[in-house]
């Protein structure tokens, strides 16, 4: 019977270990992503003001993409509805 509370208890021991383990990986993870996640939101951002900056200066190109964009999206939404 003490064999048996031995093993219990080496293997509670044990699951508590892994479980600690588990938790630091998660929280190493979620820091790693939170971090990602601050820096591709600077950089969007950093790129949206530069867009915005260059459609300010260049309006006219800026208008001709945004009808280019238009016109292309348009044809595809038409080719795959008509199918």
Known sequence: ???IK????ELREAIKKEKEALNDAYDDMVKKLSKERDKITRDIRK???SARKYVKKNPETGL???LAGGLIAGVI???LLNK
């Open 1 to 3: 019977m003490a064999d």
């Open 47 to 49: 790129e949206y003001k």
């Open 77 to 79: 939404l038409a080719t």
């Open 6 to 9: 031995t093993t219990e208890k």
């Open 64 to 66: 001709g993409v945004a």
